[in-house]
């Protein structure tokens, strides 16, 4: 499950590599892509994927997704997601809280593609505060 990785641009990042870091400031970790909190089928009673790397070093809150996505349901995701923590003003500090605007995002997804169509909207998903 370690090498489990990112793959950017320019090579890829293993989950080994963000666990050997440390972050104090970390918030928040948005994971678009395909399978970043899926766990190894050899370990299921482990907790190791990508997302939960991200908590490991100090992200406060992560994002992931249980399989994969279409590619048009992460870009909507991620628009509605910001949009609701951008807009949001009902929580304390005046910020909403990730896990109601992955809600609220998922919901937007749902109504879209239909309650039936569960395997786009339901593979998102919130750990951590």
Request: net charge negative.
């Amino acid at each position: 499950p370690t090498n489990s990785a990112f793959f950017l641009h320019n090579g890829s990042l293993e989950l080994r590599q963000i666990m050997a870091t440390s972050v104090t400031e970390a918030k928040l970790a948005f994971l678009s892509a395909c399978q970043t909190a899926k766990g190894d089928t050899n370990l299921p009673e482990e907790a190791v994927h990508l997302s939960a790397g991200m908590l490991a070093v100090g992200y406060r809150a992560v994002i992931g997704t249980l399989w994969s996505i279409g590619d048009g349901d992460a870009p909507l995701i991620a628009d509605e997601f910001y949009r609701r923590l951008k807009e949001d003003k009902s929580s304390t500090e005046g910020r909403v809280h990730a896990a109601y605007a992955l809600h609220g995002a998922v919901e937007v997804l749902r109504k879209e593609v239909g309650e039936t169509n569960f395997m786009r909207w339901a593979a998102f998903v919130h750990f951590g505060q």
